[in-house]
């Protein structure tokens, strides 16, 4: 009868074989500082390809520094790697330090370095309302209405569940359109921080807003289930009803398309151009704008022009997009998806190529924020790349995809994480495989 072999023989044994089957873990290291973690890489032409959950991105060779090769297990439990990532409690500390530095230098009257430093805890903790709202008073103060604006509009997009909080934000919120000029926006805002939460404070400024408000237009409706139209009676009431029926045709549409349809209805007003100008002081290039509310200038038109339909879809989308996500939508993902809609969308590759050129390509996740602050040239530059990236996701993953990174967003999901799920790319993964492409693709073939 042979005699067993030894415990620990079994043991070595069993570990060669285990090491055998375990697949070795590549990490791209790329000039830029980021990493990419692989399955494994190979160089074709000028180009480093990989492959990553079953698929195969790729981006130039002149990207990547260095390439460091490990086993599975060595990648589970390098303390190298778990010192790299801060744990949640050691960066709620570091959150906590600006907070209370820029607290303190609000006390001293240093509102620039409360500003920088609020700034730096609203980049570590994005859905902090409390700190963002600090920071947006920090710059009301100062007298920067412009970025306060910027902050709590920002905010604004995001879901937020406290009721007080969200009352004191849009409360904020009126004060700053207030302070910029614009008091239709500004009672607006009060109106809708009452409704959230009663205050006899703030009842008072309302009524005193309403009572020098100079912008008193005869303004008419048009109520349908899904919508509200106001328009000046006396100069739009044609296309006033022209309007109903064409977002009657592309609500049904956006309703099949995204299987979904908001709950609240979507408020539609209707201007001439210089009341569109005077009450939401978009920029010359914006022939429409969406702040929650679609706001459309009209003047002049009677008939439902190409033009005038494409606002009409464009807007409609964002509203969509808005209840969807429940206001957790970055806006180049919401641009991008809206133009993408279009019937006859701007070819944005030739643009985006000369900016790659010229190493002026911005990262994705810096257009988060909202676009109207932006000049001409650089909205022609967001808005190419909003559509391009987004173009690639359809391309690479179909039109599904895009709806599954709304649902995702809509469960109050990062964009990163929405990313990671649909496509198996982080962000700094998708820029590097997006950019890649760029040089090789072309519109005519797809």
């Given amino acids: 009868m042979t005699s067993a072999p030894p415990i620990r023989a079994i043991a070595v044994v069993l570990a060669t074989l285990w090491g055998s089957l375990v697949e070795a873990e590549v990490v791209l290291f790329l000039t830029n500082g980021g990493s990419i973690t692989v399955e494994r890489y190979w160089e074709e032409g000028n180009q480093i390809l990989y492959e990553k959950n079953g698929s195969t991105f790729g981006f130039p060779q002149h990207l990547l520094e260095r390439v460091h090769e490990r086993s599975g297990e060595t990648a589970k439990t390098d303390p190298a790697d778990e010192a790299e990532a801060p744990t949640s409690r050691f960066l709620n500390a570091l959150i906590n330090e600006d907070v209370d530095r820029a607290r303190q230098s609000v006390a001293e009257g240093d509102l620039e370095s409360a500003a920088e430093l609020f700034g730096k805890a609203v980049s570590k903790a994005p859905d902090d309302l409390e700190v963002r709202m600090e920071l947006a008073r920090v710059h009301f103060e100062r007298g920067d209405l412009r970025a306060a604006r910027s902050v709590l509009e920002q905010a604004n997009r995001r879901r937020h569940d406290n009721a007080h909080d969200k009352a004191k934000m849009r409360e904020l919120l009126g004060d700053v359109y207030a302070g910029l000029g614009r008091s239709a926006l500004a009672i607006r805002e009060w109106q809708l921080a009452l409704n959230i939460e009663p ?15 100079d912008q008193d237009i005869d303004f008419e409706e048009v109520r349908r289930p899904h919508y509200v139209i106001r328009y000046d009676g006396h100069i739009n009431e044609t296309i006033g009803h022209l309007v109903a029926t064409s977002l009657d045709s592309e609500y049904a549409a956006l309703r099949q398309e995204f299987r979904f349809e908001p709950t609240d209805p979507i408020e539609v007003t209707l201007y001439t151009n210089r009341e569109f100008r ?29 033009r005038l339909r494409r606002a009409i879809r464009h807007e409609l989308t964002h509203s969509f997009i808005n209840a969807m996500t429940r206001g957790n939508c970055p806006s180049w993902f919401h641009e991008g998806l809206a ?66 990174i709304l649902m995702i967003l809509g469960s109050s999901h990062t964009m990163n994480e929405a990313l990671k799920a649909v496509v198996g790319l982080d962000y700094q993964e998708f820029q590097t495989a997006w950019e890649a ?5 072309h519109p005519s073939t797809h």
């Fill in 199 to 213: 205050s006899p404070e703030l009842l008072y400024k309302l009524k005193q807003a309403l009572r020098e408000n």
């Fill in 339 to 404: 133009q993408l809609r279009g019937s006859d969308r701007m070819d944005p590759y030739p643009t985006l190529r000369v900016a790659q050129a010229e190493g002026n390509l911005l990262p994705l996740w810096s257009l988060e924020g909202l676009f109207v602050n932006y000049s001409k040239e650089k909205a022609r530059l967001v808005y190419a790349e909003a559509l391009a990236a987004t173009e690639y996701l359809e391309l690479r993953r179909g039109r599904e995809s895009l709806r599954k």
């Fill in 278 to 306: 005077d009450v939401t002081h978009a920029p010359a290039w914006a022939s429409a704008l969406n702040d929650g509310e679609i706001r459309i200038p009209v003047e002049g038109l009677t008939e439902i022009t190409p």
């Fill in 437 to 441: 492409d760029l040089k090789r693709f």
